[in-house]
Structures are given as C-alpha cells and as structure tokens.
C-alpha cells in the first residue's frame, strides 16, 4: 500500500469555525490531490499541488484553500467551515504526469454542525 | 466541464456471472487516460485498470477488463467470474491528459451487489 495517511480520520465541528485537514505521504510523490465525495456525486476535485508551494485550483475550491511546504504534506483549509462542506475528504498522491494510478489515502470524515 | 456518465447506479449479480460496467465520457482532448477504482463498504479507494486513450489494446488486469471504445467515448469495465467480495461501488474516472496529474474527473458510480 501507498504510504498516506490522513488526519484527523474524523472531525465534527461547528459553522464559522477553522478546520485543516493533513495529507501526509512517504512516497515522495510530486503530485498530490483533495477531493471531497458526497452521496451522488461520486468525488470532486477540490485543489491539487504539482509540486513544493505550485497549487491549483479544481472543481469545487470555493470555500478550500491548500499548502503545501514539504514534498511529503498537503494541508487543505476550511477557513469558515459550512454545513455544505459536511463529507469525505480524500488525498490522492501520483508520482509523475504519465502515472497511471492516482493512490488515495484512507479519507476524513469532517461533520459541520 | 468534463463529464463521466455511469447510467446504472444499481446492479444486482449473480455469483460466477460475469459483470459490465458502463461508463461513457465527453472529452474533446486527444489525449486522455481513463481509470476505474472500487470503494467497499470500509471505504477506501482501490484502484482497478487503466486505459490511456492512444493504447492500442484494451487493459487486462486479472480478472478486469476494460471494454475501450474510444469513437463511443465509451470504457465499460468487465468482470469475470464475479466474486462475493467483488460487492462495492465502482466508479469510472477521466484525466485530462494521458496520466493524471492534473486530477481526475468521476462519475457518480454503479453499487454492485453479488448475490450467491
């Protein structure tokens, strides 16, 4: 298995509040990626990062923001959480642009109250 | 916007039977790759087959199979000999070029329950 852990697993948290989320990789992979998946929508990219401090912006990145100062993390930010963001979070790592497999982590459970 | 249709978002399956998948896309890119992942119950996301869209041959992966039609924009996974274990959600997922760094574009998937 891909090295990629996440955290927290699970969050509940209340409207109006900050949440980071933490994507930890050991593979030295370039590429990394956060989705969210919600029930009928399958997964949505939200930010990824093609390398140290070089971020973009996917599908749904309005209320998201990212980081990412080390190769091995990427940090994604709620700046006021909503009850809209309530979901599951993925990280996905890739290690070059020919990759053929995304590897995704074990996923965030956030609950926004 | 890309889109990644799956149209049967249930299917119930004999064990042994063999299973397809449907998956069909909208892409004006001439190069892209197309991937299929499984989520079990637990969660996670298993990667199952790739299919870049210049291959010349459609993937093998064990007992997955990927059915590319690239003038139908179509890429239906087959399963042989359907498992109980092969009981999950499947979903269908385009990059925009040939690997996947730019991030990848899912449909909504196919919940496939194997019955014995």
């Known amino acids: 298995d891909a090295g990629i852990t996440q955290s927290p697993r699970h969050k509940v948290t209340e409207t109006g509040t900050p949440v980071t989320l933490r994507c930890h990789q050991t593979?030295?992979?370039?590429?990394m990626y956060w989705y969210r998946q919600d029930p009928g929508h399958g997964l949505r990219l939200i930010h990824y990062?093609?390398?140290?401090?070089?971020?973009d912006k996917g599908e749904v990145s309005d209320g998201y923001s990212v980081s990412r100062s080390k190769t091995e993390d990427f940090l994604l930010t709620l700046e006021s959480a909503t009850s809209s963001q309530t979901s599951v979070y993925f990280c996905?790592?890739?290690?070059?642009?020919?990759?053929?497999?995304?590897?995704f982590g074990p996923g965030t459970r956030l609950t926004v109250l | 916007a890309q889109k990644i249709t799956q149209t049967q978002p249930g299917m119930f399956v004999q064990e042994k039977e063999a299973v397809t998948l449907d998956c069909t896309y909208d892409?004006?890119?001439?190069?892209?790759?197309l991937f299929w992942y499984k989520q079990p119950s637990s969660g996670e996301m298993i990667f199952l087959i790739y299919?870049?869209?210049?291959?010349?041959q459609n993937a093998t992966e064990g007992r997955y199979s990927l059915n590319f039609q690239k003038a139908r924009k179509s890429a239906n996974l087959v399963i042989s000999a359907s498992q109980l274990g092969d009981s999950a959600m499947y979903f269908c997922?385009?990059?925009?070029?040939?690997?996947?760094?730019?991030?990848?574009?899912f449909g909504k998937g196919t919940h496939l329950i194997i019955q014995p």
């Open positions: 996905a790592i890739s290690d070059s642009r020919r990759s053929n497999e995304q590897f």
């Open positions: 990062s093609y390398g140290v401090k070089d971020t």
């Open positions: 997922a385009k990059s925009y070029i040939g690997g996947g760094a730019d991030g990848l574009t």
């Open positions: 593979e030295n992979h370039r590429y």
């Open positions: 299919q870049g869209s210049y291959d010349q």
């Open positions: 892409t004006s890119d001439p190069s892209y790759g």
